[in-house]
């Protein structure tokens, strides 16, 4: 008999792929193994945009960068191939980078590109010729223990966030949670009350991924919050 979180997860699966719109699917790739010569895009993705995607698809850095690069088959898996290294190379990926690609429904991926400190990489100055204005983002992986705390990492909060305990509001599809970020030690923050109804209300699983974007806001401290699901 199958639980009802597992229902739970299916329903949010369907709805994901059949009823949002197509410029908010998304999908993470950690850089490991050979990343610098080709990069493997997920199979549900893949298989989702089967027949829109033709044989070259544009990287688009929000640095000003793009990259045309082609797509291939190997071992029925669709692969970054030609062209990828040109885009690693650029943006200086190292092993453990994360990348977060959204597609933007007209053959360009919007990467997003994060250092092991879940903050967002400062590019190369030949890349900050045209960039765009700065955001302040985080992402950090949901790992067993955050479900009842999320730990904000010290590189990030010392830049953003004063050390002192404030209340910060995050948001989802429209509707917000309060939560209390409270200071764990002198090194780091954690996301603590407010953070269990936040998870439970946007069903978070053992590895999805909290993609933070920092609001500009003199009054309060706001948090858009874009949730990537381990199972793309």
């Given at each position: 008999m199958s639980k009802p979180w597992m229902k739970q997860k299916e329903l949010d699966e369907h709805r994901y792929w059949n009823?949002?719109?197509?410029?908010?699917k998304n999908f993470f790739k950690v850089m490991i193994g050979d990343f610098h010569e080709r990069m493997i895009i997920p199979d549900k993705f893949a298989q989702h945009f089967r027949g829109q995607i033709g044989?070259?698809?544009?990287?688009?850095?929000?640095?000003?960068?793009?990259?045309?690069?082609?797509?291939?088959?190997?071992?029925?898996?669709?692969?970054?191939?030609?062209?990828?290294?040109?885009?690693?190379?650029?943006h200086n990926l190292r092993t453990g980078d994360f990348l977060v690609f959204k597609y933007d429904g007209n053959s360009e991926l919007k990467v997003l590109i994060f250092g092991p400190s879940g903050c967002e990489k400062i590019p190369a100055c030949n890349l900050?010729?045209?960039?765009?204005?700065?955001?302040?983002?985080?992402?950090?992986?949901?790992?067993?223990?955050?479900?009842?705390s999320h730990e904000i990492s010290r590189k990030y909060a010392e830049v953003y966030l004063p050390f002192v305990e404030q209340m910060?509001?995050?948001?989802?599809?429209?509707?917000?949670?309060?939560?209390?970020?409270?200071?764990?030690?002198?090194?780091?923050?954690?996301?603590?009350?407010?953070?269990?109804?936040f998870v439970r209300g946007n069903n978070l699983q053992l590895g999805d991924v909290c993609l933070f974007e920092l609001l500009r806001n003199k009054k309060k401290y706001v948090m858009n919050v874009h949730i990537i699901r381990k199972s793309l």
């Amino acid at each position: 008999m199958s639980k009802p979180w597992m229902k739970q997860k299916e329903l949010d699966e369907h709805r994901y792929w059949n009823h949002t719109g197509e410029q908010d699917k998304n999908f993470f790739k950690v850089m490991i193994g050979d990343f610098h010569e080709r990069m493997i895009i997920p199979d549900k993705f893949a298989q989702h945009f089967r027949g829109q995607i033709g044989r070259t698809i544009k990287l688009a850095s929000r640095h000003g960068y793009t990259s045309d690069v082609q797509i291939t088959k190997n071992l029925a898996k669709l692969v970054l191939d030609s062209g990828w290294k040109a885009f690693a190379r650029a943006h200086n990926l190292r092993t453990g980078d994360f990348l977060v690609f959204k597609y933007d429904g007209n053959s360009e991926l919007k990467v997003l590109i994060f250092g092991p400190s879940g903050c967002e990489k400062i590019p190369a100055c030949n890349l900050m010729k045209n960039a765009a204005p700065a955001k302040e983002w985080l992402a950090t992986p949901v790992s067993s223990y955050r479900y009842v705390s999320h730990e904000i990492s010290r590189k990030y909060a010392e830049v953003y966030l004063p050390f002192v305990e404030q209340m910060v509001t995050l948001q989802h599809h429209g509707k917000k949670w309060e939560v209390r970020c409270c200071v764990k030690n002198k090194k780091s923050k954690r996301l603590m009350r407010g953070w269990m109804h936040f998870v439970r209300g946007n069903n978070l699983q053992l590895g999805d991924v909290c993609l933070f974007e920092l609001l500009r806001n003199k009054k309060k401290y706001v948090m858009n919050v874009h949730i990537i699901r381990k199972s793309l």
